[in-house]
């Protein structure tokens, strides 16, 4: 297979082909923010906190296959700022209570609002009716904290392949609905994936909490995407 | 519960006709029950999240009760200038309910929706598929009497439009308002000679023949049908498919109606020669849900065609042709004239589109090559075909060969489908339309431009202004920023809600515009206004949310004025509260008058 060459930010980067640009970014120690992607995962463009520039265009660097002399802006002041818009969007169309939530310092939402320096979203809060739904044995869905990336109804599925997590409504109304039979079957460890894949605390695992004391957790200790940028991910 | 069952049998528990099934179930019990739910996961082996997921995507779908008979009342701007506010009135006064609400008996449930494609003849409305035009206060009346009474909606229908609208298979009340016939789609046509000129070549010829003509895509975007034919063609593959996009939502457009209405044969032969020319046997016409009162209509001129055999096997004289069409129905939702969420929606899924690439053309309708192409681009490549590229291309402009039927609707005297060459400016189109007080002038609808007069000598083609067909005006007292809010609203809830910057992102352009029109506003949140309005284009994963700040964008350009008018200059900040108000509730519990200033810099 012959190797792509391609440029992010004028370094020189090398993609096998098929990679997508938050791929291969990656691959090449180069941190693209990511936060509907998740690896092994469909990658389905939902955040667009990955978006890049090519050429003028736009893309999501999640979806996008690189392409032979792509020369990739990725840190682009303009482009920053706009990403940080969107996450500062997410806070805002939600109810999200950091000092309270489980997810806390495990959150790439929170961990992104720190590496951006997230003081005071430029938004007004929209202050949404969003409903929990804590009807399963074994996992809590609170709809205040979910941000759609899908990652849930992409990644949990009953054994025969059906979907357990599925986007209900659309608009600003879309939620995430789960399957009451099929959620109700989630065995101890499945139910600790489906916690683990939310990348915010809108799936909790019941009855075990703060395990992992505030403060030791992921990203209390480094920045989120440090681990990219100093070679060190997996 | 068994006729559910019935019904799932009878689409084969087949999970790509998931939106026939839950249409059906819907038309028979106003509603699809948690039963219903329950059942068709079972049955097409889903989970019941799955189902919920799409019976709640679609607006014609319901999982509380609706009523007996349902009455849509069109929401589109056009249906607010034409006195909807009373017609919505009497709906309510006489059903006993508000929008949005089923009456206390269950009979009438009132739901506002989307432009219905209607707006040459607004207020308009949707009874239990069954399209009423031209209503007023008295007629709204009537039909609900008429329904408390027992009587179809059909049976309501007193007199029926112009042309086919009169067919036996019709009978609808529409009306066609052809204002002017162009060359193309309104010039003379003999049945199947499209397709026998097709198969008398080679297909790459009727590719080139395509190109040659420069056809570009009629639907708004503009892409070269050729090249799309070429692309789809060179994919290797099982099966290639050709998908006629009849789903027109765009606020303001209602050419495709008059098409479907009078010209369907030419629509059908054009699906048959894209069929011929990229390798496909089959052929999806996706019609808009609001259409579906021409289905049967439709479904007779496909039999008719097949009996001509201008359809089915071995075409018009072919050795080995074989070529037929079968027709999909949307349930209500904009974003399925996307032509990836066409194809999701058309294989029993939510409407929401694909990343691309892989584009339609490689991976499209079930995983198949496809060219998804608009009613209007078909129907103008079969007379492309007959009449050759040289002939199309001496009308127009140079890059933009061939007429344009455009769909003008709003304050003037003759409002209905132009079919006029490319070059046009938008003052010609005026003088057309009877419309010498106009004021602004809506061009491609929403997602298009609003433009003030010095726009009107702007032209209508490819390189200028490029549009769908959508061309709404606004005479002298119409409050721009009021429908620059409605439009916004539109998108809001039209957005799929798959994105951030669309989902969210048109919600705090429309607050942050509220601030401004009620007078709340300052320099800083104009400045807002116009960068939330470029991030919501630049980020925004589809066409929707990459279009849907125009309303705001292009009047800050156009019409600034009505916007500075509106802020408090040299303010250096203004609360989008009145403090007075926000404090008065809890001032008169406890028998206090509010002491304050009104706001915090005065």
């Known amino acids: ?234 | 519960m068994e006729h559910d069952k019935e019904i799932i049998l009878k689409h084969r528990k087949d999970p790509s006709r998931l939106l026939d099934i839950i249409r059906d179930v819907q038309a028979r019990s106003g509603r699809v029950s948690a039963e219903a739910v329950a059942e068709i996961a079972r049955q097409l082996k889903l989970s019941e999240a799955d189902v919920r997921g799409v019976v709640t995507f679609y607006h014609f779908f319901s999982l509380s009760p609706r009523g007996a008979a349902v009455v849509y009342l069109n929401d589109a701007v056009t249906a607010r200038m034409k006195g909807r506010a009373a017609v919505a009135r009497a709906f309510e006064e006489e059903a006993g309910c508000r929008f949005g609400e089923v009456s206390p008996d269950g009979l009438i449930g009132l739901f506002p929706t989307s432009c219905i494609g209607m707006n040459d003849q607004e207020p308009s409305a949707i009874v239990n598929g069954v399209v009423f035009t031209s209503l007023t206060p008295d007629k709204a009346r009537d039909i609900v009497r008429g329904l408390r009474a027992g009587r179809s909606a059909q049976d309501l229908v007193t007199a029926c439009g112009d042309g086919a609208n009169q067919s036996d298979l019709v009978r609808a009340m529409v009306s066609n308002n052809i204002r002017r016939r162009g060359p193309v789609l309104f010039g003379a046509f003999e049945s199947g000679s499209a397709v026998r000129k097709a198969v008398s070549m080679k297909p790459e010829q009727v590719i080139d023949e395509v190109k040659k003509a420069g056809l570009l895509g009629r639907g708004g975007a503009g892409f070269p049908t050729g090249l799309k034919w070429d692309f789809c063609r060179k994919e290797k593959a099982d099966r290639h498919y050709v998908v006629c996009n009849a789903d027109e939502g765009e606020p303001g457009t209602f050419k495709d109606r008059v098409i479907l209405t009078e010209l369907p044969r030419l629509v059908f032969e054009g699906m048959a020669v894209a069929g011929y020319a990229v390798g496909a046997r089959e052929g999806i016409l996706y019609l808009r849900a609001e259409y579906s009162y021409l289905m049967p209509y439709l479904e007779s001129v496909l039999e008719a065609l097949r009996g001509e055999r201008v359809l089915g096997k071995k075409i018009a004289g072919s050795a080995d042709f074989d070529f037929d069409i079968a027709i999909k129905s949307g349930a209500g939702a904009y974003i399925c004239g996307e032509e990836s969420a066409l194809i999701e929606s058309a294989e029993g899924k939510r409407g929401e589109p694909r990343d691309r690439p892989p584009f339609p053309v490689s991976v499209g309708y079930l995983n198949q090559p496809t060219t998804v192409n608009n009613v209007e681009t078909l129907a103008t490549a079969a007379q492309i075909l007959v009449h050759g590229a040289a002939w199309f291309t001496a009308m127009g402009t140079p890059k933009s060969a061939g007429t344009k039927l455009l769909s003008i609707s709003g304050d003037c005297a003759s409002p209905g489908v132009y079919e006029v060459e490319y070059g046009l400016t938008v003052q010609d189109l005026l003088n057309m339309a009877g419309a010498p007080q106009a004021k602004a002038v809506q061009v491609g609808g929403p997602s298009g431009t609003c433009l003030a007069k010095p726009g009107f000598q702007r032209k209508i083609c490819f390189s200028d202004l490029s549009t769908g067909g959508s061309v709404i005006i606004f005479g002298p007292d119409r409050d721009i920023l009021e429908i620059v809010g409605d439009f916004m609203d539109f998108f809001v809830e039209e957005s799929c809600g798959w994105c951030t910057p669309c989902r969210a992102g048109n919600v705090l352009l429309k607050k942050k515009l509220e601030k401004i029109v009620n007078g709340r506003g300052d320099e800083q949140d104009l400045k807002d206004l116009e960068a939330w309005g470029k991030l919501v284009k630049t980020m925004s994963r589809c066409g929707l949310g990459q279009t849907s700040p125009n309303p705001i964008l292009t009047t800050l350009q156009n019409f600034r004025e009505l916007y500075e008018a509106k802020i408090r200059k040299g303010a250096d900040f203004v609360p989008d509260f009145d403090l007075k108000d926000a404090i008065q509730d809890g001032c008169s519990a406890a028998h206090r008058q509010p002491e304050c200033k009104e706001s915090l810099h005065d």
């Open chain 1, 1 to 234: 297979m012959t190797e792509i060459h391609f440029t992010i930010d004028g370094k020189e980067c090398h993609a096998k082909p098929g990679q997508t640009i938050a791929e291969a970014a990656k691959a090449n120690g180069v941190y693209i923010p990511v936060l509907c992607h998740y690896e092994g995962l469909k990658p389905v463009g939902s955040c667009r906190i990955c978006t890049v520039r090519v050429a003028g265009r736009f893309m999501a660097a999640c979806t996008q296959p690189v392409a032979e002399g792509m020369a990739v802006e990725n840190t682009a002041p303009d482009l920053e700022d706009m990403r940080k818009a969107l996450i500062e969007m997410l806070f805002v169309e939600g109810n999200h209570m950091c000092p309270t939530c489980e997810k806390s310092g495990n959150c790439e939402l929170q961990a992104l609002a720190y590496r951006y320096r997230i003081m005071v979203p430029r938004f007004p809060y929209l202050f949404p009716v969003r409903k929990m739904d804590a009807s399963s044995p074994r996992i809590m869905l609170d709809r205040n904290r979910c941000i759609q990336c899908l990652r849930c109804v992409r990644a949990v599925r009953a054994r025969d392949g059906r979907k357990i997590f599925a986007a209900e409504g659309r608009t600003r109304r879309v939620a995430i609905d789960a399957d009451r039979d099929l959620a109700a079957k989630l065995g101890e460890d499945e139910a600790r994936r489906a916690m683990d894949i939310c990348p915010v605390g809108a799936i909790l695992k019941k009855e075990t909490g703060f395990a992992v004391p505030i403060g030791k957790r992921k990203f209390d200790k480094k920045p989120i995407g440090s681990d990219i940028e100093e070679g060190t991910a997996r």
